[in-house]
């Protein structure tokens, strides 16, 4: 017969009592006891107040675990185990217990703790007092794949509003939040609590509704844990430890190498380290070695290293190293020339070189890298990766050894390797997602995976962002329509609608997963759709697109001066791609859509030239726009440093020559873009308020010049993508635009090859009452009877005819498609683009696919 423990806890808790020291009668105490490999752990509180939040953590011996928990939760590191009680066992009344229901586990071995303690004090009351707890502590626990963060408020008062912040070990991923809402921005997640256990009472936890998520490592732990900025168990901040071991293993005249080991991370990771000269800071960088750089020669100088964790604490410096500069009067002779530079390796973003060592009298101190005239790189040993290049870009790369005593040699002949594209392998395929297109359109990010395309894509650019007219930053937070006037010159200032972007919740029918938001996330709408997507498509990238025909009044204000620049580029990262966004209806908040953007493609129609009415247009746009380019490549580059994720920059480009002259010094571009997807359609139209062409029909989006166009000059793909290859730009940059859509007019007039270049009278009906002469290409097919499709053959380009006095209209189908994609193919370009995807219900982009295999 098995034989109950019960009486043998009660021995175990009365002599716990009979023998309390006097400063632990209010305590908790905890009395362990094993049958078999089944330990239980029973808890009383001799106090005279209840005691909520508690838990338990002991040790094990090496090697054994403890596993099954019953009326509690566990997690084991090494041979440390945290206890956490299930809920209706975290409260213990004044002179009770947790019998029956006492947590109790599973060991691997029938041993005893070697050490417990129970709310930080020791388990059987003896000791010190433990410290006072903190207001609020944070427990994560995980169990294979499933996660949970218990929140306790040890407070006195309510507490309203909290997070955490938590680091994963690297390539970790957490994702499937319940109670909550979860972000992800490289190792760090954000947690943020659903409505309902956003304010905790005093003196409890967020049992039984505690968040929960899933890890994609079977018990993954944190690295670090914070909640509400201070560490989840409570403890005081602990800084990091100080860099081991500091030597110099080179100098010259001019510069001192040091080196140390690693530092002991304290309650944040380690994010760098600083090196100091004398007591000025001399360099930061985020590796183990240094160089300094700029000293005097024959001069000693003193260097310390201080380690610095996420939050910008200091470690203690680093044992000192004092290091004598060379005199340059002991050797003035260079060293050879390094030998076989080559090329080993290359990605759309970097290339790694190597060569055969240099030989010198004294000795080689390091070598200096350079792509063309800029110094890359210096580096002691014979191989390096050179990182932050464009990619398609060709490189010419030379290589000089400098000696101890700075003598350098001569370069080594030039090795030019060009960069792998942005899509490294086949065809970019580039569809724009428009914001409003939940609405009338009834298309969500779900029917992006419904009809295939998002298996068929390489990117997406999530169509737009605005500019805040007042403060020349990117707008977000607002949900303020557009006037409904296109021709109004403040159409869409402040315009803007959080709630499509990131406030909206989605049933389970529109969501990517079938799962349908609560109303409580902090990350909701099409921006959270778009992370389904992504996690069911990795492959893809999202770019967020900037401004678009409605909102580039203020480019050239944001593009005006140095200041301008800086700040408008800063504010669109840290919205977009740090994802701190605006609340808005209990939605957004710092770090909500980190993750969603991989990347910034940037619509200013148009620099220096004709766009919107009202733009503000500056004959300097054009060198602006260069450098608002090259602003935008520098930060992302510099974000790059800290999360080690590549941001792509693309943008969208004009079609016509005379806009590109006025706007985009492409030579000076290219270095910072990674592709330029070109203008393909719109070349003619009526416009929704007949202020464009209403009277006399044309194509849209023909590849070559139609010598039947009464238009001169007049448009083509060809003769826009000439001007880009004529400029030098490697044609692994360009996309070409493609129409999902058509553009149509009314009454138009017998003649010509079925109505084409006849005259009309105005806009044809649209897909929408407010949208004249524009329809979705499925329901251009569907919605206009009698329209026969008609293809000319010498310009390419597709388009539908009623009959004299009825409608024609002009947009790309599966046959034009086929033709313009084996143009791309026979150009060497990147691929295609294509405005925008919910015209299609899956046929066109299929054709594209096929077309660029």
């Known amino acids: 017969m098995r034989r109950s423990l019960t ?12 023998t ?17 490999t089944t330990g239980t752990f029973v808890v009383s509180n001799p106090g005279t107040s209840a005691v909520t939040g508690w838990s338990i953590v002991f040790e094990l011996p090496s090697g054994v675990t403890a596993s099954n928990p019953q009326n509690a939760t566990i997690r084991q590191n090494g041979t440390k185990v945290t206890l956490t009680p299930a809920y209706y066992i975290d409260t213990l009344q004044a002179g009770k217990s947790t019998e029956p229901f006492s947590p109790k586990v599973t060991l691997s071995s029938a041993v005893q703790p070697t050490s417990c303690k129970v709310n930080g004090a020791n388990c059987d009351g003896t000791g010190p007092e433990p410290p006072a707890p903190a207001p609020v502590t944070a427990t994560y626990d995980v169990n294979g794949t499933s996660a949970k963060i218990v929140v306790a408020n040890n407070g006195t008062a309510a507490l309203n509003g909290w997070s955490v912040v938590f680091d994963l070990p690297a390539g970790v991923t957490a994702s499937n939040a319940q109670h909550g809402s979860i972000s992800q921005s490289g190792r760090t997640v954000t947690l943020s609590p659903a409505h309902y256990n956003t304010t905790i009472a005093a003196g409890r936890t967020t049992e039984p509704y505690s968040p929960t998520f899933t890890v994609s490592s079977a018990n993954a732990e944190p690295t670090s844990c914070r909640v509400n900025d201070v560490n989840c168990d409570g403890s005081a901040d602990a800084p990091p430890g100080a860099p081991g071991n500091p030597r110099s293993p080179v100098k010259t005249t001019k510069t001192v190498s040091l080196a140390w080991n690693a530092a002991t991370p304290g309650s944040l990771p380690i994010v760098g380290y600083e090196v100091y000269n004398g007591s000025a800071l001399a360099t930061s960088v985020t590796g183990t070695e240094a160089t300094v750089t700029g000293l005097t020669p024959n001069t000693s100088y003193t260097f310390t290293v201080k380690t610095k964790d996420r939050k910008g604490t200091l470690s203690a410096a680093s044992a000192p190293v004092t290091v004598t500069t060379n005199n340059p009067a002991d050797d003035t002779q260079a060293p050879t020339v390094p030998g076989n530079l080559r090329s080993t390796a290359r990605t759309s973003s970097s290339v790694t070189l190597a060569w055969n060592a240099a030989t010198d009298n004294t000795g080689v101190a390091n070598y200096d890298v350079y792509a063309g005239s800029t110094l890359a790189a210096t580096v002691t040993g014979t191989t390096t990766t050179v990182t932050g290049l464009s990619p398609s870009t060709a490189y010419n790369f030379t290589v000089r050894a400098r000696d101890l005593y700075d003598n350098l040699s001569a370069a080594t002949a030039p090795v030019a390797v060009t960069t792998l594209d942005i899509v490294e392998t086949g065809y970019a395929r580039v569809g724009y997602f428009v914001q409003w297109g939940i609405y009338g359109r009834q298309y969500f990010v779900r029917n992006l995976d419904t009809t295939g395309a998002a298996a068929k894509l390489t990117h997406i650019n999530y169509a737009f962002a605005n500019i805040d007219p007042v403060n020349l930053t990117c707008l977000q937070g607002v949900t303020r329509g557009t006037t409904p006037n296109p021709q109004d010159p403040n159409q869409g200032d402040g315009a803007g609608d959080a709630e499509a972007d990131y406030g909206r919740p989605f049933s389970a029918g529109q969501s990517v997963d079938g799962v349908a938001d609560t109303g409580w996330e902090k990350l909701r709408g099409n921006f959270n759709q778009i992370k389904k997507l992504k996690a069911k498509h990795p492959h893809l990238k999202v770019l967020i697109s900037l401004g678009g025909w409605t909102y580039s009044k203020y480019f050239s204000d944001v593009a005006a001066t140095d200041a301008a620049r800086k700040k408008f580029v800063s504010s669109c990262i840290d919205i977009y791609i740090k994802g701190n966004l605006p609340v808005v209806n209990a939605a957004g908040g710092p770090g909500a859509a980190a993750g969603v953007f991989d990347g910034i493609d940037l619509d200013w129609e148009w620099p220096g030239a004709e766009g919107h009415a009202g733009n503000h247009v500056s004959p300097n746009d054009k060198a602006n726009n260069t450098l608002l380019i090259a602003e935008f490549r520098r930060q992302l580059d510099a974000l790059t440093t800290t999360t080690g994720k590549r941001y792509q920059l693309t943008a969208f480009t004009p079609a016509d020559p005379a806009k590109i002259a006025a706007g985009w010094d492409l030579p000076n571009i290219a270095p910072n873009l990674d592709i330029f997807n070109i203008q393909g359609y719109d070349f003619h139209g009526a416009g929704s ?14 590849l070559y010049l139609d010598a039947d166009s009464p238009y001169n000059p007049d448009f083509s793909v060809e003769k ?8 030098g730009i490697n044609p692994r940059k360009l996309t070409i635009g493609l129409a999902y859509y058509g553009r149509g ?9 079925a109505g084409e270049w006849q005259s009309a009278n105005g806009a044809a009906p649209g897909q929408f009452a407010e949208e004249a002469g524009t329809r979705g290409y499925s329901n251009l097919i569907a919605g206009v009877p009698g329209c026969a499709v008609k293809h000319d053959e010498a310009a390419v380009a597709t388009y539908c005819y009623t009959g004299p006095g009825g409608q024609w209209w002009s ?5 034009s498609i086929g033709k313009k994609t084996a ?22 982009t299929t054709a594209l696919d096929a077309g660029l295999r």
């Open 7 to 18: 009486p043998l806890i009660a021995v175990l808790v009365v002599l716990a009592l009979s």
């Open 20 to 36: 309390l020291p006097a400063n632990a009668a209010g305590r908790l105490l905890a009395a362990f006891s094993l049958s078999g």
């Open 689 to 702: 308020d007949n202020s464009w062409e209403p009277f006399r029909t044309g194509h849209q989006g023909n």
């Open 720 to 727: 826009a993508v000439n001007v880009y290859l004529n400029a």
């Open 745 to 753: 007019w009314k009454e138009v007039a017998e003649g010509g090859k």
């Open 811 to 815: 947009f790309d189908d599966t046959w």
């Open 823 to 844: 143009w791309i193919k026979s150009k060497g370009l990147l691929g295609a683009m294509i405005w925008e995807m919910s015209g299609d219900t899956g046929t066109l």
